[in-house]
Structure formats: structure tokens, C-alpha cells
């Protein structure tokens, strides 16, 4: 998978915990992103970075946020986890922005 | 509204046979489109890019076509195999600098042997 790993792999939390989740890298890529993946919406970008405390927000970032503290790592908190954050999260690092993008393995996550 | 619409969900194809997948964007200025596949329980694979001004893109069995009037990007897997049954997913750069790839829905291909 390109350098690029995702931890935990599962995750099943109740509601109002706080959960993160880690993506990290080895190929030094400067773009990474956090995505979710549900039936019948496809692939959504929740936050992306583009450098070392550089980040924006997607397309569905309420509820989440992200931090990147270093190249390699970029993590996505969800503050109080909720059910409707049940999904499965993909973690993606580029080059460049136009680049094709590597994806992780994904973390699968239940919100009870 | 900005809308990316891949028009099958699902595709069976006989064995040995050209697959054609549609790609669809409306209000969209994109520059770039991609190609991906993905297995189930597995991310996305990168697969083809083609640029806003390139007709055609080749690799391997597969073919790409991108016609920015009529908004359409079409994928073709030619003399396909069982092992090409995945789901195929494009997606969009906008040429409006927001550095954002969008994803459509994606298309579930069966190869029938």
C-alpha cells in the first residue's frame, strides 16, 4: 500500500468517546487526506493537509478534526463520536494535488 | 449543485468482452479525471489520469476517454477477466485550484466466466 498505514485497522466505541485515528506514511508525500466511505455516497473528503500544520477542511469535516505535527503523520479525531460516524475511514497521500493518490488499508469503525 | 455521477452501480459482463464504465460531472471545470478500482475491504488503487486536454488515454488493456463538452469520461477494460471484477471509481481535480479530488459513487463490475 505505498508506505502508508492506518491504526487501528478496527474500532467499535460508544457514543461521546473520543476516538483518533493515526495515518502514517514513509513515502515523504506533502499531501495527505482523511476520507470516509458509505454506501450509497462513495468516497467523501473529510480534511486534507498539505504540510506540517497546514490543513483545510472537506467536504464533511463537522465533528471531526485533524492535526499533522510532522510529515509522516496526520491524525483525525472525531471529538465525540457519534453514530452517524459509523463508516469506514480511509486515510490518502500525493505528491502534488493533481498526483494520483495512494490509499491506506482503511480502519473500520462502529459507533454504538 | 456540483455532481459526479457514475450510471450503472453494477455491470456484469461476459468474460472476454469489452467492459464500458460512464463517468458524468456537471458543473464541474475539471482538469484532471482519475480512474481508480477498489476491491472489497481494500482501499483505492490509482489506475489512469487523463488531463482536461487529452483525448485518450491507454494502458495496458485499459482505455480512458475524456470529452469535456459532453462531460464524460468513459473506461473501458478490453478483452476482460474475472480477476478484473472490482468496483471503478472516478474522479475530478476542478481547475479552480482547490486541490480536491472528488469521487463518484462508483460502478460494481462482474466479469461472468
Known amino acids: 500500500d505505498a508506505g502508508i498505514t492506518q491504526s487501528p485497522r478496527h474500532k467499535v466505541t460508544e457514543t461521546g468517546t473520543p476516538v483518533t485515528l493515526r495515518c502514517h506514511q514513509t513515502e515523504n508525500h506533502r499531501y495527505m487526506y482523511w476520507y470516509r466511505q458509505d454506501p450509497g455516497h462513495g468516497l467523501r473528503l473529510i480534511h486534507y493537509?498539505?504540510?506540517?500544520?497546514?490543513?483545510d477542511k472537506g467536504e464533511v469535516s463537522d465533528g471531526y478534526s485533524v492535526s499533522r505535527s510532522k510529515t509522516e503523520d496526520f491524525l483525525l479525531t472525531l471529538e465525540s463520536a457519534t453514530s452517524s460516524q459509523t463508516s469506514v475511514y480511509f486515510c490518502?497521500?500525493?505528491?502534488?494535488?493533481?498526483?494520483?493518490?495512494?490509499f491506506g488499508p482503511g480502519t473500520r469503525l462502529t459507533v454504538l | 449543485s456540483q455532481k459526479i455521477e457514475q450510471n450503472s452501480e453494477a455491470l456484469n459482463i461476459q468474460e472476454g468482452k469489452t467492459a464500458t464504465l460512464t463517468c458524468n460531472y456537471t458543473n464541474y471545470s475539471p482538469a484532471y479525471l482519475q480512474w481508480y478500482r477498489q476491491d472489497p475491504g481494500r482501499g483505492p488503487v490509482f489506475l489512469l489520469l487523463?488531463?482536461?486536454?487529452?483525448k485518450e488515454k491507454r494502458k495496458e488493456r485499459l482505455k480512458v476517454t475524456f470529452d469535456t463538452t459532453l462531460k464524460q469520461s468513459l473506461f473501458h477494460i478490453t478483452a476482460s477477466q474475472p480477476a478484473d471484477s472490482a468496483t471503478y471509481l472516478c474522479a475530478l481535480v476542478s481547475n479552480f485550484g482547490n486541490e480536491k479530488l472528488t469521487f463518484g459513487t462508483g460502478t460494481r463490475l462482474t466479469i461472468i466466466p
Open positions: 487523463i488531463r482536461e486536454n487529452e
Open positions: 490518502a497521500i500525493s505528491g502534488t494535488a493533481y498526483n494520483e493518490q495512494f
Open positions: 493537509s498539505y504540510g506540517v500544520k497546514d490543513t
